[in-house]
């Protein structure tokens, strides 16, 4: 036993209550306001306090977190999560992480004194996530999605982002291209921008090209703007591909503004698939993943998890390949 594991006692004191009240709170049995509720959770998961939820306590709600629902992406997952949750009477409770975990921590300890009857979420990276291990204290079911390398505890809904970011610069070097520039979201903030860089130096080393130093940028900031003249002049790439297709529209943007052609001058590929950049001109190339149903599948795992007719299981969507105008030999 570790003789500095915080007690009941401790997380009393910090919520500023009594011991049964932190008792009410960790069981589900008795009245708490919901002031005193947020308090005592948050002290708890403040001092590492293990507090086993019980179902009774749960309420008929879904809590979501994404990184940013600006992204379509995320907002097609939630789409498929609501409509699961719609058919059980449910209602979601959404947060946002913004892409740090910091801001991720604060989140999900939110969502869990909101007593949800399980949590969906997408976490900057697994390995180092406070939150999850958080989750996995209070024994909440818990899925998440997007995300690789999630603990044995919890559910996953995934795709093999290296794999497929591997295909798609696989079609840029079938083309010729050899000095490729990966633009991605930093890596402390997304798991699967490292898992999509390793995927786009993988298929460069088949072909025996080196890999580029990937350019990382703030996944928000980038959403407006991305200024490529350094890069683009110190690397002088013949293609550019992104680790997501919201980044790819604000590189062609970029792209043209400095009098460059796409694909004539340089060609570009994004990832995810979602429907703006199969509408723009030219046509996005892409990797397309089943948002909408990766969010139904993580609904559906979670209920299951939650009813105790499942245990937590990591599922892999397929993706495809979406060739489009925005690719061609090099120049």
Same mark, same amino acid.
């Given at each position: ?24 709170? &960790?069981?589900?049995?008795? $009245? ?50 609501? /409509?699961? !949750?719609?058919? /059980? ?6 947060? /946002?992480?913004?892409? #740090?975990?910091?801001? #991720?921590?604060? &989140?999900? !300890?939110?969502?869990?004194? #909101?007593?949800?009857?399980?949590? +969906? ?29 999630? $603990?044995? *505890? ?16 696989? @079609? ?15 890596? &402390? ?20 090209? =080196?890999?580029? $130093? ?6 928000? %900031?980038?959403?407006? %703007? ?45 990832? %995810?698939?979602? =429907? ?10 892409? +990797?397309? /993943? ?7 599948? *993580? @609904?559906?795992?979670?209920?299951? +998890? !939650? ?9 892999? @969507? =397929? ?5 489009? #105008?925005?690719?061609? $030999?090099?120049?």
């Amino acid at each position: 036993m570790n003789p500095n594991a915080a007690t009941i006692r401790d997380v009393a004191a910090k919520a500023g209550c009594s011991i049964a009240t932190v008792s009410r709170v &960790a069981t589900g049995s008795g $009245p708490v306001s919901d002031e005193m509720r947020r308090r005592v959770v948050e002290s708890a998961l403040a001092l590492g306090f293990r507090m086993d939820r019980h179902k009774a306590d749960a309420r008929p709600v879904i809590g979501v977190l994404l990184p940013s629902l600006a992204n379509p992406v995320f907002a097609a997952a939630l789409s498929g999560i609501e /409509q699961c !949750a719609r058919a /059980q009477n449910l209602s979601t409770i959404v947060a /946002q992480s913004n892409y #740090e975990p910091d801001h #991720e921590e604060r &989140a999900v !300890a939110a969502l869990i004194v #909101e007593r949800p009857r399980g949590l +969906i979420l997408t976490v900057c990276d697994p390995a180092s996530s406070v939150a999850l291990a958080n989750v996995i204290a209070c024994a909440i079911p818990a899925v998440t999605i997007y995300n690789a390398d999630t $603990p044995e *505890a919890l559910g996953a809904v995934l795709v093999d982002n290296r794999k497929a970011m591997a295909t798609i610069t696989e @079609a840029l070097t079938a083309l010729g291209h050899r000095r490729i520039l990966f633009v991605g979201g930093s890596f &402390a903030s997304s798991d699967r921008s490292v898992a999509r860089y390793s995927g786009y130096a993988d298929a460069l080393r088949a072909v025996g090209a =080196e890999p580029l $130093p990937p350019l990382e940028v703030n996944f928000i %900031d980038a959403a407006s %703007d991305i200024d490529l003249s350094v890069a683009i002049q110190r690397f002088r790439p013949t293609a550019i591909t992104a680790s997501n297709d919201l980044l790819a529209v604000t590189v062609m943007a970029s792209l043209r503004r400095m009098g460059l052609r796409v694909p004539h001058d340089i060609s570009v590929t994004g990832f %995810d698939g979602i =429907e703006i950049a199969r509408l723009m001109s030219p046509k996005l190339a892409t +990797i397309s /993943q089943p948002s909408r149903t990766m969010g139904l599948l *993580a @609904a559906t795992m979670v209920l299951d +998890i !939650a009813a105790g007719r499942r245990r937590p299981m990591h599922l892999t @969507a =397929e993706v495809t390949f979406l060739n489009g #105008e925005s690719v061609a $030999p090099p120049p």
